[in-house]
């Protein structure tokens, strides 16, 4: 007679065979997707989110991945304008309400790397000064920036609409609760998931003091770690020139070493 399961095995258990359901439903979900677009993307005209150029799908130089989060196929394109590169277009149609499934889906069972350190070397970009405040944009549950900055003095808060913390005290995950002006605005690893960038480029103009900056570090300045779908834009080009061109900024900076690239945008 074999002994009986304890609580613990038998909730490991249940967590196993939830994991494998959301995997499936996901992986499933993106097999339907895929399928779709073997139908409707040729000959579909495709515009660009960061500089509004409209091309059809044939004339556009394509690059190819896998999504390691079961999101079958990437297509993404190179714009001709920009020299960005945008998509999977199956991601950028997805409503607001189904994108944020997919996130909540995705930090249900994975976490990223503890982001600190870039992120305060972010921040530092933006020579801060007394009194603030400034704002950690997607700041996640993953690091120990805010803590650490306001320990030094700085007026740091956070927004996180997607995985916050338990004891977020200085963190706020809907833009509604968003009512100050700030001196600068700073991100890790956030840009490149921003699905409307000119939309999210005139919020941030319109909650930034006049002069004020913006530091956002990503190593998708340059076609990297493409094989996520949640990845949609790569400022390669002239992209964040022209990004900020059209949003009311100018680039004031920027630094690279390694896979760390910063771009500073001034507010002008």
């Keep these: 007679m074999s002994p009986t399961p304890t609580i613990e095995a038998r909730l490991d258990q249940l967590e196993s065979?939830?994991?494998?359901?959301?995997?499936?439903?996901?992986r499933a979900f993106w097999e339907q997707a895929d399928r779709l677009d073997a139908l409707t993307l040729p000959g579909r005209r495709l515009r660009c989110p960061i500089c509004?150029?409209?091309?059809t799908r044939e004339r556009l130089e394509k690059r190819?991945?896998?999504?390691?989060?079961g999101g079958g196929r990437l297509e993404r394109y190179e714009c001709q304008g920009c020299g960005g590169v945008f998509g999977p277009a199956k991601f950028l149609d997805l409503s607001p309400e189904m994108v944020s499934t997919d996130y909540r889906l995705l930090y249900d069972?994975?976490?990223e790397a503890n982001s600190t350190a870039s992120e305060i070397r972010a921040f530092r970009s933006l020579l801060p000064e007394a009194p603030g405040p400034y704002l950690n944009w997607g700041c996640g549950r993953w690091s120990d920036t805010i803590p650490t900055l306001r320990a030094e003095g700085h007026d740091v808060?956070?927004?996180?609409?997607a995985a916050p913390p338990v004891d977020g005290g200085?963190?706020?995950?809907?833009?509604?609760?968003?009512?100050?002006?700030?001196?600068?605005?700073?991100s890790n690893n956030v840009i490149e998931h921003m699905l409307r960038p000119v939309e999210e480029f005139r919020y941030f103009h319109s909650?930034?003091?006049?002069g004020g900056r913006m530091a956002h570090a990503s190593p998708c300045y340059e076609y990297a770690y493409a094989s996520t779908r949640f990845h949609v834009i790569f400022l390669t080009g002239d992209a964040p020139h022209v990004?900020?061109?059209?949003?009311?900024?100018?680039?004031?900076?920027?630094e690279q070493e390694g896979e760390f690239i910063n771009c500073v945008f001034e507010r002008v």
């Design 170 to 186: 200085f963190i706020v995950g809907d833009k509604g609760h968003i009512s100050a002006q700030f001196a600068g605005i700073f």
């Design 64 to 69: 190819i991945d896998q999504c390691q989060f």
């Design 17 to 26: 065979r939830q994991i494998l359901l959301r995997e499936s439903l996901i």
């Design 207 to 210: 909650i930034l003091k006049p």
């Design 52 to 55: 509004d150029r409209e091309e």
């Design 243 to 254: 990004l900020a061109e059209r949003t009311g900024f100018r680039v004031a900076g920027r």
């Design 157 to 161: 808060w956070g927004y996180e609409p």
């Design 109 to 111: 069972g994975y976490a």
